[in-house]
C-alpha cells in the first residue's frame, strides 16, 4: 500500500501570533486529503487526532497501522469515523462488509484488525474521510445512515449564517470513547459557519470543506477570540483547529464542510461563546 502519512505537532497562542501566511497553512491546513488510489493521513499533536482520506478507485485499499502507532493494527487503540463523500462504497472490517452510499458514515471501534475500503464503481469512486482518535473501550460498529443522523437547523438568512447541521458521530447516535463528527450545509446564500464563534479548551476539531463550487473559496478563520487569523482554503482541503481556537468560515458562496473533535467530553453543547463584537 502506498501509505503516506504526516505528523503535525500542538502550537501554542504564544508562538502562533507570530506567524506569518505560510507558517500558519503548514502548521494547520491539510491540503491534500484526498488522493486517488492512496490513504492519505496526518497525525495531530492536538489531542492525537488523526484525519485521513482514502480513494479506492482501481484497487482496494487497507488501512495499515501507521509508524507513530508503534501498534500491530491500526486500531489496537483507537476508534475510527468514516463519512463518504464520493460514490457508493464499502468499508470491510474483519470480513464483514458494511456499504456506504454518498454521506453514509461508519463507526468502527477500538479492537477491530482488518478495515479494506472498495469502491462500486471505478468511475464514480467512493471517496472516505476518516477521523481517528484513541480509544480505550471497544464500542460496537454501527453504519449512520442518512436517516439516523440528528439534524438542527442554525441560523438565518438575514445573518447569512442559515445552517443545516448534521450530527453523525455523536454519543446519542453511537456509543464512542471521545470522537464526535458531524456535517454542516449552509443554504444557498449564507456563508458564515459558527457564527457567533465558539471555543471549547477541551476539546480540538477539525473542519473538511467540501461541496465548494469551482472558483470559489472559504476562508476560515482561527485564533484566540481577540487574536484572530484566517486561512484561505480550497474544495476539499481540511484545516486543524487547536482546542484553544475559534473555528468558523465564510465562503464567497456557499458550501459544506465535516466537522470532527476529540478531548475531554462528550457533551456537544460545550461551547464557550465569543461575542461578535468582541473579535479582534
Ligand atoms: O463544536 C461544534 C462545531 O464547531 C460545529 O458543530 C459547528 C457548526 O458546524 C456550525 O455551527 O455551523
Ligand atoms: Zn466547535
Known sequence: M???????????????KTMDTQQLRNEFLIEKVLES?????????YDRFIVGGVIPASKTITLDSIDPLKSENFLDRRELGIINI????????DGVAYNLNHKEALYVGQGNKN????SASPSEPAKFYLNSTPANKAFPIKKIGINDVEVVQLGAPETANARTLRKYIVNSVVDVCQ??????????????NTMPAHVHDRR????????????????????QPQETRHIWMQNEQAVISPPWSIHSGSGTSNYTFIWGMAGENLDYSDMDMAKITDLR
Request: glycine share 8%; aromatic share 12%.
Open 204 to 223: 480540538m476539531e477539525v473542519y473538511f470543506y467540501i461541496e465548494v463550487p469551482e472558483e470559489q473559496a472559504v476562508s476560515h478563520f482561527m485564533g
Open 115 to 118: 478495515v479494506v475500503f472498495s
Open 37 to 45: 488510489d492512496k490513504i492519505n493521513l496526518v497525525y495531530s499533536h
Open 179 to 192: 470522537l464526535q463528527m458531524g456535517m454542516t450545509s449552509l443554504n444557498p446564500g449564507s456563508c458564515w
Open 2 to 16: 502506498e501509505d503516506q502519512y504526516e505528523v503535525r505537532y500542538a502550537a501554542s497562542p504564544r508562538e502562533v
Open 86 to 93: 464520493g460514490g457508493s462504497g464499502t468499508v470491510t472490517v
